[in-house]
């Protein structure tokens, strides 16, 4: 597949195509780079978490760039994006946000979180 993405100034939508074949692919991504050179931006892993540190993006616009990065798309349901899980509280009908509990422990992987599990994956 190819992927384009567009900017908030363009006026077309991101866009996932589909090919039967890799030479396909190539001719088009060619082609669309070369006619496109001047408006192609590059960005890295180190640009997004620039602007997610002075925060300029957010929290989630940052993951979903970390995914696209690593070649995971929300255009493609053979993918998926990757987030953390980060919710501890599965009981309450609704989630006090303010409260840490709320929350599991970033410091630890999932399968650490529980004591019973971490002992059988030990």
Known sequence: GLEVF?????LCSDIYLKFYNTEDRDNVYFYVSTYL?????????????????R????NY???????????????????????PWIIADYSSSELDLTNPETFR??????????????????
């Open 6 to 10: 567009c900017t908030e100034n363009d």
């Open 37 to 53: 050179e001047n408006h192609i931006t590059e960005h890295t892993a180190e640009s997004y978490m620039l602007q997610w540190q």
């Open 55 to 58: 925060g300029h993006i957010s």
């Open 61 to 83: 616009q940052y993951l979903l760039h970390l995914n696209n990065l690593a070649d995971r798309s929300c255009n493609d349901l053979s993918q998926y994006p990757v987030f």
């Open 105 to 122: 422990d970033l410091s630890k992987p999932v399968g650490a979180l529980n004591k019973e599990r971490l002992e059988r994956l030990l």
